[in-house]
């Protein structure tokens, strides 16, 4: 049974970064696609990048290009987001999500990681 | 990159159906065949419903179908139940390495 892990909630206060990692159980990330999508409270999903796992290369979205860093360990088991200059629009619970079925598809979603930013 | 165009609702009654529409602009939806569809229960994570426009990952009963028509998308619930009452968002490549999703339908079961 594949199981997408996330680390736990975080609270960071403005201007500060976040890393939030991504484990994979009886999976693996291994030529497969990491996205990285996250949501505000009441709010849409939004994507942030991706982590293509078969060159190394990512992308961003525009809107987060200045501030996010997708990552693999050197063991390539576990992903890594980490998003700088912290406001308190950032406040979301951040979703690790791996393709299987094509690229931009997320079959498999981890459980979700709530970062607060405030003050 | 602004996100797809969805309404914010769609209701229906058991055992109707209701079709969700994702419009796109001709660099997205109707550049490349990559929308999926994904389900979000309140406090839960989404779940993939619908991939490559018109396919069902495996799990997912046929009731659910995906369609696509020049720059917009669609996902038609059939046969309606109690427990398809959930959020609904659509995505789709956007070229360039790109993904973006949908505002999000809210679809309630009368």
């Known amino acids: 049974q594949v199981q997408i892990v996330q680390s736990g909630a975080e609270v960071k206060k403005p201007g500060a970064s976040v890393k939030v990692s991504c484990e994979a159980f009886?999976?693996?990330?291994?030529?497969?696609?990491i996205h990285w999508v996250r949501q505000a409270p009441g709010q849409r999903l939004e994507w942030m990048g991706w982590f293509n796992t078969g060159n190394g290369n990512t992308k961003y979205s525009q809107k987060f290009q200045a501030r996010v860093t997708i990552t693999r360990d050197t063991s390539a088991t576990t992903i890594y987001m980490e998003l700088s200059g912290l406001r308190s629009e950032d406040t979301a619970i951040y979703y690790c999500v791996t393709s299987y079925y094509d690229l931009w598809s997320g079959v498999y979603w981890g459980q979700g990681t709530l970062v607060t930013v405030s003050s | 990159q602004s996100a797809l165009t969805q309404p914010p609702s769609a209701s229906g009654s058991p055992g109707q159906s209701v079709t969700i529409s994702c419009t796109g602009t001709s660099r997205d939806i109707g550049a490349y065949s990559y929308v999926s569809w994904y389900q979000q229960h309140p406090g839960k994570a989404p779940k993939l419903m619908i991939y490559?426009?018109?396919k069902r990952p495996s799990g997912v009963p046929d009731r659910f179908s995906g369609s696509k028509s020049g720059n917009t998308a669609s996902l038609t619930v059939s046969g309606l139940q109690v427990e398809d009452e959930a959020d609904y968002y659509c995505?789709?490549?956007?070229?360039?390495?790109?993904?973006?999703f949908g505002g999000g339908t809210k679809l309630t079961v009368l």
């Open positions: 995505s789709s490549y956007a070229g360039s390495y790109n993904l973006m």
């Open positions: 490559e426009v018109n």
């Open positions: 009886g999976y693996t990330f291994t030529g497969y696609s």
